[in-house]
């Protein structure tokens, strides 16, 4: 079975729309998703309806955490916006009720066994969603990662891509979809094999023009939303 691993979407359907179509062009039956469906970038909405369709399990991300704190303190959204952008407001604003009680109840971390293989999926580690693990960091954190039970160990928030093989298991992260930091421009994502317990990371091209347009328009005081997109 070919599974899409992806996180860190952040609003940016565009980019979204990109990986999906890939995944399904390459034969990809379930998705798993590190979280940060939300925040940065203003398409909610259209991001939750693209996954819709799809067979997938889903962690919550720390700006999911933000999300369910924004709901119930309107001076903590002040803050978010001044930091981040108005994406969690847009995200309030837009999304129904139960929607947005299921991105705030979402599980983190989720253990799963699919196809014969014994998966953790997570967004910064296993016992933190907001603790940053990059593809340079020390031995030791890896290691800790990479639990022995597991197969693959699925990570997010760094938007940084790595794959790492330690002892039996795969310690993997599919990058950013809607906002890579690596400097490669495009939408992050990677491809699992189950039979093969390969992971292939993959990066779509798209059109960010419009996702760049909207932000500058938006958040001339936040330059870094757009420029984040154009870095090579």
């Known amino acids: 079975m070919k599974l899409g691993l992806l996180g860190d979407v952040h609003g940016n359907n565009l980019a979204l ?3 999906l179509a890939a995944a399904s062009a390459a034969g990809v039956e379930t998705l798993l998703v590190t979280g940060d469906l939300v925040g940065y970038y203003h398409s909610p909405m259209q991001v939750l309806d693209l996954l819709r ?11 999911e955490d933000m999300l369910v704190a924004a709901r119930s303190d309107p001076a903590f959204l002040d803050q978010v916006d001044a930091q981040y952008g108005t994406g969690l407001r847009i995200a309030i604003e837009q999304i129904d009720t139960q929607q947005l009680d299921e991105l705030c109840g979402l599980p983190h971390p989720l253990e799963l066994v699919v196809d014969g293989c014994k998966i953790l ?6 016992w933190d969603s907001d603790l940053y693990v ?6 030791e954190l890896l290691e800790r990662c990479a639990m022995q039970e597991f197969d693959l160990v699925v990570l997010g928030h760094t938007h940084y891509p790595m794959c790492h093989q330690i002892g039996r298991t795969i310690l993997a992260n599919p990058g950013s979809v809607g906002q890579p930091r690596n400097r490669k421009l495009g939408a992050h994502w990677a491809l699992f094999d189950t039979e093969s317990r390969e992971v292939a990371l993959r990066c779509e091209t798209y059109d960010a023009g419009l996702v760049i347009a909207e932000s500058r328009l938006r958040h001339p005081e ?3 939303l757009a420029e984040v997109l154009e870095r090579r």
């Open 17 to 19: 729309h990109a990986v």
């Open 121 to 126: 999926l997570c967004h910064g580690t296993p």
């Open 134 to 139: 990059y593809p340079d960091a020390k031995k």
């Open 222 to 224: 936040i330059p870094y």
């Open 53 to 63: 369709p799809w067979n997938r399990y889903m962690v919550r991300g720390n700006h």
